[in-house]
């Protein structure tokens, strides 16, 4: 047998042994206690019930014969027979369950005294003519004085009986009183002697514990010189000797590794100093703890005191600090708005240089992020090509406009003049060219509209403005067109909306082009509603036609994008324009839509605040 395994088993053993010297007192007693309480049942509990049962029948015979007093003799003769042979078949069996000393003289008394009374009761019985007189006087004289004697030794017998019985109870609880300072002492003596046997067989059993304990605290803490003396034989003499080799290995390996490590170190360095991009990483405590050259020169940074950082102090972008203090307490990446997650930095001349920023979560295996990793991508030449491609969209807009109003003049000098000398077709082209004149009109002045918001020139004013009112407003003058189409228009705004931060006009306009752009997908129905959730109020435009397909739902704000439907009149811009000017609203609009089942455009406002009741010339 293994040496720790016997040291463990020699205590159990001991604690058994103790534990079944304390049960066996306890058994012993208790059967002591039994067959004490079993006498007490046995001796004298029949005797008891005896003597009271003579009572009852003694009883029951004097009340005959103060029954036959009255003259009801066939009743009493049964009676006095009845209670005579319950009686005798009592005293038989006190008779037969004598225990005690002196029960037998008081059986013998109780025998002696029931023959006397039957002697009387015969000549009561005998004597009785009727006379109520002296059939009274002659109970009172002999018969009662006898059946006292009777009652009495019955008594004495129930006496006897029940002292006898609280003898043997007095020797019961002796027996217990006895049994129960026997378990207890029995049991405090084995409770002390296991305490002691369990304290000193612990001790020795978990003093090399602890020295192993400390020992793997020293290797956990880096020290692989630490080791233990050896000084049992058992199985943590043997684990001491094995803990020495796996020590001696993993300072090896530690060695080894550390090597590894400050190989990869290096080339993630390299790495890190190749990268055109910014690249910086915030610890979980919110501080930098590194950054490549060009993140240091982006951000103006030295990298010898980026570890000593706060996030703060390094990243002037009030947004990308809320991003990335979210994804540090989440362990995710909060989702933004595309063209939102820019990053401005004040360059040389006044010159603004911008940079895309997308954030990378560090795996923690507890709640949130152990780090974050921001890159920082110079979008500075596609910003500059954008707002060129903007202001060029702007001037050849306004520059289309002039012609575009002479044209339209001709046409109309063209219809008046020669209105006589054209034949059906030649009006036919005309028509035609009118409306193609008011589609590139209309195509002209949305272009402008883009061009203004993208390039923050176009005026909202923000005031309180009720989402119902503007509803109301734009729905019944669609009704028209949708009823040409055989189309339901319905409008369900709940009740007591509170006010939006809003331009009347501008949300008006995103509401009738989310209407018309319904109205041209739409099967049979089109519902219109707004209720307010959170600190937004929330319109839905709701339509039953084909829905919109997952992979273009996410490109859907896009400009000059169109997904099937009746292209006449539009050229993709409307819901391109209606983002920009919810976004200026600091709102947010979005689709849901299932293929088959129809699209739900939903549009959030923020609820309007009393500072924010009077803002006007807020540009988007």
């Known amino acids: ?81 009845d209670a ?22 008081i059986l013998e008394r109780i025998e002696r005294g029931y023959q006397a009374f039957l002697f009387r009761l015969a000549e009561f019985r005998q004597t009785f003519d009727g006379d109520r007189e002296s059939g009274f006087a002659y109970y009172r004289e002999r018969l009662a004085p006898a059946a006292d004697e009777v009652r009495q030794a019955c008594n004495d017998l129930h006496e006897l009986n029940r002292a006898t019985m609280e003898e043997s109870s007095r020797r019961a609880r002796a027996v217990a009183h006895t049994a129960v300072a026997t378990v207890v002492a029995g049991a405090v003596v084995a409770l002390a002697a296991i305490v002691a046997f369990s304290l000193w067989s612990a001790e020795r059993i978990v003093r090399p514990v602890q020295q192993l304990a400390a020992a793997t605290d020293r290797v956990a803490a880096g020290d692989y010189d630490a080791a233990i003396q050896v000084e049992s034989q058992d199985e943590i003499g043997r684990l001491a000797e094995r803990f020495n080799v796996m020590v001696n290995k993993l300072r090896g390996y530690h060695q080894l590794n550390l090597r590894r490590i400050i190989g990869e170190q290096r080339k993630a360095e390299a790495i890190l100093e190749a990268i055109d991009d910014g690249v910086l990483v915030v610890a979980e405590d919110r501080t930098i703890a590194s950054l490549n050259p060009a993140a240091a020169l982006i951000l103006s940074v030295s990298r010898q005191i980026g570890g000593n950082l706060s996030v703060t102090e390094t990243v002037p972008d009030a947004p990308l600090r809320e991003c ?48 974050v990793i921001v890159l920082l991508r110079d979008v500075t030449r596609l910003k500059t090509l954008d707002q060129l491609k903007t202001e060029f969209v702007m001037t050849a807009s306004h520059e289309l406009r002039t012609p575009l109003t002479s044209i339209a003049m001709s046409l109309g000098l063209l219809e008046e003049q020669a209105h006589e000398k054209l034949g059906q077709n030649e009006r036919q082209l ?40 503007c509803l109301r407003a734009v729905v019944p003058a669609l009704r028209t067109q949708a009823a040409e189409k055989g189309i339901r228009l319905s409008l369900d705004v709940k009740e007591d909306l509170p006010p939006v931060a809003a331009d009347a006009n501008k949300i ?33 435009v709701r339509d039953d036609g084909k829905g919109i397909p997952y992979e273009q739902q996410a490109r859907i704000f896009d400009k000059f994008v169109q997904i099937g439907g009746d292209s006449r009149g539009g050229a993709g811009l409307g819901l391109a324009i209606a983002k920009e000017i919810v976004r200026a609203h600091h709102g947010s609009i979005w689709v849901e839509s299932d293929p088959g089942r129809g699209s739900l455009f939903i549009v959030a406002l923020p609820i309007a605040a009393p500072a924010r009741q009077s803002t006007s010339g807020t540009k988007s």
């Open 1 to 81: 047998m293994r040496p720790l395994r016997r040291k463990i088993l020699s205590g159990y053993l001991a604690a058994l042994a103790f534990a079944s010297i304390v049960v066996g007192l306890a058994v012993y007693n208790l059967i002591r206690l039994g067959s004490a309480s079993d006498a007490i049942l046995r001796e004298n509990y029949r005797s008891i019930l005896a003597a009271e049962q003579m009572l009852n029948e003694l009883s029951r015979q004097e009340k005959a014969a103060l029954v036959m007093l009255e003259g009801i003799e066939p009743q009493t003769l049964a009676q006095f027979s």
């Open 84 to 105: 005579e042979q319950n009686f005798l078949e009592w005293l038989s069996r006190a008779q037969n369950n004598v225990t005690i000393e002196g029960e037998p003289a």
């Open 324 to 371: 990335i203090e979210a994804t540090l307490t989440t362990g995710k990446c909060p989702p933004t708005e595309p063209g939102t997650n820019l990053l401005a930095i004040p360059g040389p001349e006044n010159q603004k240089r911008y940079f895309e920023w997308s954030l990378t979560p560090i795996p923690s295996t507890e709640k949130g992020a152990a780090g």
């Open 430 to 469: 005309l028509e035609v060219a009118h409306e193609e004149l008011a589609r590139l009109k209309w195509l002209v002045e949305e272009l402008l509209d883009l061009s203004k918001i993208e390039s923050g020139k176009l005026e909202i004013e923000l005031a309180p403005t009720s989402i119902e009112s």
């Open 508 to 540: 008006a306009w995103v509401a009738a082009n989310l209407i018309g752009n319904a109205l041209r997908y739409a099967r049979s129905e089109i519902c219109v509603s707004a209720e307010r959730v959170g600190g937004w109020v929330n319109l839905y």
